[in-house]
């Protein structure tokens, strides 16, 4: 399964919080969706919605049919709403005031939790509505049957067709034909988007792929002539090794790039490519930065301060917004330094400006400068921090550590 960037929608009446909530999860790598309602309303986009954080009122007891982690946002003056609101389906409960750093907490745990529930699904479940297993167990058994190659002398051929049509009867019809002509040891598996895989051990792969031909065909993809018969859209793609060393994930790519091609060149084709590697995606040979952008590494600022800020307000301030590290304004709203959380709390003097004790000269880069360019200014400059300006004004900051942490992306594996 690919890993995508986690799909998440803000539901609230609060514009402001929205276009906060907005901007700060995109920074973060999210695909994001706002709704200015005091419901959710499930659009007709493709792509579905994987989180949910809504304002909770009260009575929204209908989020409980959406299949969609929610986090419920509850006012503080209101702790009967806690309970309420997980008895009505929220998965996870935030108190005001909130904010979108402190969010983000709730949205790393949530992808996690929807990451192991799709993991169990496929290695111990399957699609009640679906008569036959799905992914885990297709990659389960196209596995064990490679490692067969040695023992059993036959070649590993894997069918994957991909239907379409308006009459699930229609998709049955075909499904039970598939099945009553499926050559001898075949395994046959019910995936996602509508998608059908076979796993067979045969002698010639030959025979295997003129089967699928003959089930493309009988699809009777381009007979419009009956008017009672719905029609049912079928492409395919086949791959066969020998090679007992290959790997299941690395058929399934090639079964998956070979499908997209056939279904982007029209219906009823079958994608059969004697070479192997032509459809695997090429491995990346540099570093893990190459194309990087400082925006694509940055820490997001949720606040701004003035330099005659005092110690005392600056405290509450960023506790508010769960900021560590904050950038500060001279009065004529140029950056002029940054100010760390860890750095106030040891100020006695609460009534100081924080101009005395922010880190100054701090190094500042532009937004979409590349790799080269920002990492060259930790080298080049006695600072560990480097301040990321977009027209002029500060977004984010860079420290040297989050170089060596890029392994925690917000990627998730979801279907």
């Known amino acids: 399964m690919v890993a995508r960037a986690l799909r998440i929608v803000v539901v609230s009446e609060d514009r402001q919080y929205l276009r906060n909530g907005y901007d700060f999860f995109v920074a973060c790598g999210y695909e994001v969706e706002t709704q200015c309602d005091t419901i959710y309303r499930e659009t007709d986009r493709s792509k579905k919605n994987d989180l949910l954080i809504y304002d909770y009122l009260g009575g929204q007891s209908n989020y409980q049919r959406n299949n969609i982690y929610k986090i419920a946002v509850v006012a503080a003056n209101r702790p009967d709403h806690v309970r309420q609101a997980i008895s009505e389906g929220a998965d996870d409960v935030v108190v005001r005031p909130v904010t979108p750093a402190k969010l983000l907490v709730r949205i790393r745990a949530a992808a996690a939790i929807l990451e192991s529930r799709v993991t169990l699904a496929q290695q111990f479940g399957r699609d009640p509505r679906n008569n036959y297993p799905g992914e885990g167990a297709f990659l389960g058994t196209l596995q064990q049957t490679i490692e067969e190659i040695t023992v059993h002398g036959h070649c590993v051929c894997a069918t994957m067709f991909s ?181 106030l709390v040891e100020v006695e003097d609460t009534s100081q400006p924080i101009s005395r004790h922010c880190l100054p000269n701090v190094p500042k880069v532009a937004w979409d400068a590349n790799f080269e360019e920002f990492v060259a200014l930790f080298s080049t400059n006695d600072s560990s921090w480097l301040e990321v300006l977009q027209d002029n004004h500060p977004v984010g900051v860079i420290h040297c550590d989050d170089l060596t942490s890029m392994n925690t992306p917000v990627m998730v594996s979801l279907p």
Do not use: C
Not at 206 to 230: F, H, M, N
Not at 251 to 260: G, T
Not at 290 to 298: E, L
Not at 302 to 310: N, Q, W, Y
């Open 163 to 343: 239907t379409s049509t308006e009459d699930p009867q229609r998709y049955q019809a075909w499904l039970q034909d598939l099945v009553a002509t499926a050559l001898p040891d075949s395994r046959i598996f019910e995936l996602s988007d509508h998608r059908v895989a076979v796993v067979t051990p045969a002698t010639t792969p030959e025979q295997v792929s003129d089967w699928a031909a003959e089930r493309l065909a009988s699809a009777s993809v381009s007979d419009t002539t009956s008017t009672d018969q719905p029609t049912l859209r079928v492409s395919g793609s086949f791959v066969t090794t020998r090679n007992e060393t290959t790997s299941s994930q690395q058929m399934a790519l090639v079964l998956n790039d070979r499908l997209h091609l056939a279904l982007s060149l029209g219906e009823g084709l079958l994608i059969d490519e004697p070479n192997e590697n032509q459809w695997l995606a090429q491995q990346p040979t540099g570093s893990i930065f190459d194309g990087m952008r400082a925006r694509d590494i940055m820490r997001p600022t949720t606040v701004e301060l003035p330099d005659t800020e005092s110690v005392s307000s600056a405290l509450e301030k960023m506790r508010l917004w769960n900021a560590d590290i904050a950038p500060v304004l001279n009065g004529e709203g140029q950056p002029s330094g940054l100010i760390r959380l860890d750095d």
